[in-house]
């Protein structure tokens, strides 16, 4: 089992809908981490976080640490926002060994 | 600001032959992570680079192994190619060793036939 689950693997929606991500660990962690992927490779850091929730824009992160367990919310979503989400673990000490879950792929249609 | 730049964007290399991977990281930054993506998995830690110094190692053979330079950016090497060893390959620069939000690289994709 791994270590960073994320449900679910391939999400599909339509322009607009509100959009849910979730991620389990198991590992105790110091920051999960809300990553974007889009195809070619590029990685960008949506969101660190350690406690509570975050928003950015349409995006918004929440993490439950007595639970073990954070979300990734897209509202109003677009067809832009295609692309494969992936969280990440950092178990703390003194570097990034980040655990990765597998990525969520979400497709977007308008 | 410029941001983190990695080089070159796609290599193919025959088994038992080395490769050097480069990252430039962001400006200012003094840490530098490597990542291993296998095609449709998630990335994998590899080590991380802190002020020229390895500070923290993954799960990988001692035949990758890494360089931190004075102006932080990094070297990726890779010893005596596998056809496992296909992947792509990203770097991360942030400031500070974790405290710090990662800025990515867009990968080297390396093949090895």
């Known amino acids: 089992k791994n270590e960073v689950e994320q449900s679910p693997q391939n999400l599909t929606a339509q322009e607009g809908e509100f959009i849910t991500i979730n991620c389990s660990y198991s590992?105790?962690?110091?920051?999960l981490h809300w990553l974007q992927q889009h195809p070619g490779g590029g990685i960008v850091s949506l969101f660190m976080l350690s406690s509570g929730k975050k928003k950015h824009g349409r995006l918004i992160a929440t993490i439950n640490i007595q639970e073990k367990h954070s979300s990734l919310h897209i509202t109003a979503s677009h067809p832009r926002d295609s692309a494969v989400y992936i969280c990440?673990?950092?178990?703390?000490?003194?570097?990034?060994?980040?655990?990765f879950g597998k990525g969520t792929l979400l497709t977007v249609n308008p | 600001e410029t941001g983190v730049t990695q080089s070159p964007t796609h290599l193919i290399k025959t088994r038992g032959q080395q490769v050097t991977l480069r990252c430039s990281s962001q400006s200012g930054h003094n840490t530098v992570s490597w990542y291993q993506q296998a095609l449709g998995q998630g990335p994998q830690f590899i080590f991380q680079?802190?002020?020229?110094?390895?500070?923290g190692r993954g799960n990988f053979p001692p035949r990758f192994s890494g360089l931190q330079f004075p102006n932080y950016s990094s070297e990726l090497n890779v010893n005596a190619l596998e056809l496992d060893d296909s992947a792509l390959y990203l770097c991360a620069s942030s400031l500070g060793q974790t405290n710090s939000p990662l800025h990515f690289g867009n990968g080297t994709r390396l093949t090895v036939t």
């Open positions: 590992v105790g962690i110091s920051a």
């Open positions: 680079y802190y002020r020229e110094e390895e500070n």
């Open positions: 990440a673990a950092n178990s703390g000490g003194s570097n990034y060994k980040l655990t």
